[in-house]
């Protein structure tokens, strides 16, 4: 299913490309809009100036020279510019025609009633554009008083501003097309380049989906979001890898710790059905297969109360514990242990340290290291406990003068199922320290071990005074 090749406009460099192109081609347009109104409007103002002044000089020269000089003046004015793009008219208030250019090129130019009676009534001019179907141009038309009972209309035609406006028009269209053009072919490519980098993490997680589990996506020194991504995604799959191993190996583990006591029961009863001949002889078998189950009941119960200490659904029993006193029971339940390896075993643990916990938990953790200390101490030595604290945390330390465990084994002596080569000779499967470290950390603490090969470790486990919100 991942492995189909992606049509074309399924793929995100094409749709960033067309949405990119979309954008830009809107801001264009709406770009284009905008400078055709303000140069539209520029024009329109422009010619209105010249309408205007026009009006200024035939007013003055009416004044000066009378009608017949005006009507020289405007024919003048109307050739020079042209008899198809001006014209203008002399006219009454009431509208009758008193002079006028040639009006050949502008047929059925009427004259705007309003407009003459707005100007009678004191406005001093009026524009307006008229669009008329025997003209290919616009005209901007002119009303205006030039003398006592003499309005001028003049027209000038908007071809020019039209034909600007034109040209305008095709070059912008032509730069913005060109400029889209490379825009979408630059944007094609570069959104190329950007997701090729996603493409290695797809073709990476392909291949681990079809079980190359160790491959990972080459990394480049570029730094970017994709590098992050890539990185991460390794570092993720680092960890799920670590987390099969451990699984792994905590599997066999597991097999490799049921099979000896399952061998041993069966060695036993097999041993009494074959050679069996009295009853004391099935007794025994009995009791013996009833420790060896027992054995392995406790060993699954510690696996799975680690299990749900970690999960968090240890159902703890929170209450005041009194730590002095914990720590003095479990001392003297291992006094007749260390007796017999003659280890002393000293408890310094000064009166009335209490923390929030629950008590038989607390009671398996400071058994569990005891039993270690003791366990991998030779005859002679001595196990120290210790508890201390400050404002927010209590210390629970188990010292002893036993054979240490080495740098490289100090990682791993949490995990479950863990032993360390030098202690294989000693009982036990594995599952203490991990108990030890699920119960500090479900009461929101923590645990530190130093130790040296040869000379003695310690264990500190770190508890909060208040209990956890
Ligand atoms: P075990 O049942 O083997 O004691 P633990 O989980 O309690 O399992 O301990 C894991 C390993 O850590 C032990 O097998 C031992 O090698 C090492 N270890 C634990 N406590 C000590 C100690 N006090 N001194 C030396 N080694 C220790």
Redesign the pocket.
């Known amino acids: 299913m991942f492995s189909k090749k992606l049509r074309l406009p399924h793929t995100l460099a094409f749709r960033l490309t067309l949405w990119y192109a979309l954008i830009f081609t809107i801001s264009s347009f709406g770009a284009y809009l905008v400078f055709n109104l303000l140069i539209a409007s520029g024009l329109r103002e422009r010619t209105d100036q010249q309408l205007l002044a026009e009006v200024g000089e035939l007013s003055s020269h009416l004044a000066l020279k009378g009608v017949d000089a005006v009507e020289l003046d405007i024919t003048h004015d109307a050739a020079s510019v042209g008899l198809d793009r001006m014209f203008l008219r002399v006219l009454t208030p009431e509208g009758k025609e008193l002079v006028s250019t040639d009006m050949a090129s502008w047929p059925d130019m009427s004259v705007n009633r309003s407009a003459l009676q707005r100007i009678s009534t004191g406005t001093a001019h009026v524009f307006e554009t008229l669009a008329m179907p025997q003209l290919r141009h616009k005209v901007r038309i002119l009303y205006g008083i030039i003398g006592p009972g003499k309005i001028i209309q003049m027209g000038k035609s908007l071809e020019d501003d039209e034909r600007f406006l034109e040209a305008f028009r095709e070059k912008f269209f032509i730069i913005m097309a060109t400029l889209m053009t490379f825009g979408a072919l630059i944007g094609w490519f570069m959104a190329r380049r950007a997701l090729q980098d996603i493409e290695e993490v797809t073709q990476t997680a392909e291949s681990i989906s079809k079980g190359a589990i160790e491959r990972r996506v080459p990394l480049k020194a570029r730094g970017g979001e994709i590098e992050r991504l890539a990185s991460t995604f390794n570092k993720m799959l680092d960890r799920i890898n670590g987390l099969i191993n451990g699984m792994r190996e905590m599997t066999d583990s597991i097999a490799h710790d049921l099979r000896s006591p399952i061998t041993r029961i069966r060695g036993i009863a097999e041993m009494t059905l074959t050679t069996g001949e009295s009853l004391d002889e099935y007794e025994t078998m009995a009791a013996n297969t009833i420790e060896e189950c027992d054995h392995l009941l406790q060993m699954i119960e510690t696996m799975l109360d680690i299990s749900e200490l970690e999960a968090g659904a240890g159902n703890l029993a929170m209450q005041q514990v009194d730590l002095t006193r914990v720590v003095g029971d479990a001392c003297e339940l291992f006094q007749p242990l260390a007796e017999d390896k003659n280890i002393t075993v000293v408890a310094k643990v000064p009166t009335g340290s209490h923390v929030h916990g629950d008590i038989q938990r607390l009671q398996r953790m400071v058994a ?2 005891l ?3 003791i ?3 030779p005859s002679d030595g001595t196990v120290t406990v210790s508890v201390d604290g400050d404002g927010s945390q209590t210390f629970v330390s ?1 010292r ?1 003068t ?4 080495s740098g490289d ?1 100090l990682a791993n ?2 995990d479950r199922f ?3 080569d ?3 000779s ?11 470290m699920a119960i500090a950390r479900s009461h929101g603490g923590d645990v530190a071990v130093s ?1 040296f090969p040869g000379k ?2 310690t ?1 500190t486990v770190s508890l909060p005074r208040k209990p956890l919100t």
């Not at 036993?402 to 465990?405: A, C, M």
Request: with cysteine.
């Open positions: 569990n290291l039993d270690n200390a366990k991998y101490t188990v002893d036993g054979i240490g465990i084994e002596i949490f863990y032993r360390c030098r202690s294989r000693e009982a036990g499967v594995g599952l203490g320290l991990s108990l030890v130790s003695g470790s264990f």
